[in-house]
Nanobody, 126 residues
Framework: QVQLVESGGGLVQAGGSLRLSCAAS????????MGWFRQAPGKEREIVAV????????DYADSVKGRFTISRDNAKNTVYLQMNSLKPEDTAVYYC???????????????????WGQGTQVTISS
């Protein structure tokens, strides 16, 4: 079992920045590829960014490329999402998720992730 706890959400103006953190516990963190997803009201949960076990491979949704950066610190059991140039359409609940089945690479499929955090609200005002 892996427990994931997100933090860092909040209310910011368009153009601002936020840094989300997701602290993991329960299993060896470096054995899991990680992902950030988001869900806006009335919409499906969608991929934001993913990162491999070592951190050497990342991938992003087209809507956030060049603005968001995913990273991880395996010594601190934490994955981060640095979000810059935020837009009102980035407003959503952001979730981190863990995938223990990928030894190499990343997956952008929501169904590939076994463990999920409770989410943190990000609201961007125009």
């Amino acid at each position: 079992q892996v427990q994931l706890v997100e933090s860092g959400g909040g209310l910011v103006q368009a153009g601002g920045s936020l840094r989300l953190s997701c602290a993991a516990s329960g299993r060896t963190f470096s054995n899991y590829a990680m992902g950030w997803f988001r869900q806006a009201p009335g919409k499906e949960r969608e991929i934001v960014a993913v990162i491999s076990r070592s951190g050497g491979i990342t991938d992003y949704a087209d809507s956030v490329k060049g603005r968001f950066t995913i990273s991880r610190d395996n010594a601190k059991n934490t994955v981060y999402l640095q979000m810059n140039s935020l837009k009102p359409e980035d407003t959503a609940v952001y979730y981190c998720a863990a995938n223990g089945g990928l030894y190499f690479g990343v997956s952008t499929r929501r169904a590939a992730y076994e463990y999920w955090g409770q989410g943190t609200q990000v609201t961007i005002s125009s």
